[in-house]
T-cell receptor, first 109, second 112 residues
């Protein structure tokens, strides 16, 4: 059964304090790992797609990496506006995304 | 932003009443999805569509039906709402050439 586990559930950072969020997965035939950002009361916003181990994608202070069993979302020198819930999802052999429960990130000034 | 709207944005209804949620897109995408989001659970797929009149079930489809008579509209119906269907419902779309899905703003449904 395809499964996604995200850790930690919640993370509090001081502004400028870099850290990483983890997404561990088991899936039959990975055909994409996706990162989303979700602000309270809004729909998830697409960030990155990773397809193969070793791949990396960057956007501003965010960098996503992928291995055969997990993905990391690295946040460098975060700002308060980076506060959100970050969701990870995988796509296997079916056209369905399996989502984790997310990491709620709070960045304090 | 992807051209996706959902209506209504908020709804309160009573147990046993029928409810229809609408998802409208302006992107002319073939694939559309309905999810629900609940505390402690990830987004869970209810139903999806891969074309007009072509739909299939997701992992939590019991108690829900869908219809798609036009490319731009995907309707989710709760035939007889129950309190367990209190949730936030999201619609998503994707194009033919990529697998990332783009989400609408959501509908918060409360069944009393």
């Amino acid at each position: 059964e395809d499964q996604v586990t995200q850790s930690p559930e919640a993370l509090r950072l001081q502004e400028g304090e870099s850290s990483s969020l983890n997404c561990s997965y088991t899936v039959s035939g990975l055909r994409g790992l996706f990162w989303y950002r979700q602000d309270p009361g809004k729909g998830p916003e697409f960030l990155f797609t990773l397809y193969s181990a070793g791949e990396e994608k960057e956007k501003e202070r965010l960098k996503a990496t992928l291995t055969k069993k997990e993905s990391f979302l690295h946040i460098t020198a975060p700002k308060p506006e980076d506060s959100a819930t970050y969701l990870c999802a995988v796509r296997g052999n079916t056209d369905k995304l399996i989502f984790g429960t997310g990491t709620r990130l709070q960045v304090f000034p | 932003d992807a051209g996706i709207t959902q209506s209504p944005r908020h709804k309160v209804t009573e147990t046993g009443t029928p409810v229809t949620l609408r998802c409208h897109q302006t992107e002319n995408h073939r694939y559309m999805y309905w999810y629900r989001q609940d505390p402690g659970h990830g987004l869970r797929l209810i139903h999806y569509s891969y074309g007009v009149k072509d739909t299939d079930k997701g992992e939590v489809s019991d108690g829900y039906s869908v219809s798609r008579s036009k490319t731009e509209d995907f309707l989710l119906t709760l035939e007889s709402a129950t309190s367990s269907q209190t949730s936030v419902y999201f619609c998503a779309i994707r194009g033919d050439t990529s697998y990332e899905q783009y989400f609408g703003p959501g509908t918060r449904l409360t069944v009393t």
